[in-house]
């Protein structure tokens, strides 16, 4: 390969690699605009070890009057992950283990049957792409594709308690309420890919 051909392919995995960065959501015009995510923050969990599959996210957290506030921007897969190629499934792993691992907010969890006095909301997308494969991080990767300056929303709330079973501690997690609203998702993202409605 010529050094031009390598210079002009080095561009353009780092000319994607920048625009296929997520970012954090603005809050809605009449949800605590004044209150901006802190963040874009990068957090990992091991789904299983045989064969090893790393869950990798990126997340965004406020507080506001009604809740602890956070997006997850970014779920992406590392090693023999096939079996877990769901974007659902992979922001309520993340979310977990944001709120029980992470935690950035320093919210209390009491131990069940007691639940926690505040709410955890779920602000995350309502429309994801299809897996791709990002030249950069090596992994599978599904991100945000409804930026196209429409107000949707896909809110989930939550309680927490921990529970015990046999000497390990869990988390269980009540829905208090769903609440989603806007236009449909754009067919594609801008790069072509497959856009889909993640919130039902």
């Known amino acids: 390969m010529s050094r031009t051909k390598l210079q002009i392919n080095l561009l353009l995995i780092l000319f994607f690699s920048m625009e296929l960065h997520s970012s954090c959501p603005t809050p809605l015009s009449w949800d605590y605009p004044y209150i901006p ?27 506001t009057p009604c809740c602890y506030d956070f997006a997850i921007t970014e ?8 079996q877990f190629k769901n974007t659902d499934t992979l922001i309520k792993y993340a979310s977990r283990d944001l709120i029980s691992n992470v935690n950035p907010w320093g919210g209390v969890i009491p ?15 309502t ?11 090596l992994r599978w990767t599904s991100v945000p594709c ?15 308690c921990w529970y015990w079973n046999n000497n390990q501690r869990y988390l269980r997690e009540t829905i208090i309420e769903f609440n989603m609203g806007g236009p449909p998702c754009p ?11 993640k919130c039902q």
């Open 127 to 137: 429309c994801f792409t299809d897996f791709y494969w990002d030249p950069v991080t």
């Open 75 to 82: 779920v992406s897969l590392e090693g023999d992950c096939n």
């Open 111 to 125: 131990e069940c049957p007691e639940q926690s006095s505040r709410h955890w909301r779920q602000s995350t997308a």
């Open 187 to 197: 067919k594609f993202d801008p790069y072509g890919r497959r856009c889909n409605q």
């Open 37 to 63: 995510y802190n963040g874009e923050y990068s957090a990992s969990v091991v789904l299983t070890y045989t064969p090893l599959c790393i869950l990798h996210y990126k997340y965004c957290y406020r507080t």
């Open 146 to 160: 409804d930026r196209d300056g429409q107000e949707r929303w896909c809110w989930i709330y939550y309680q927490y």
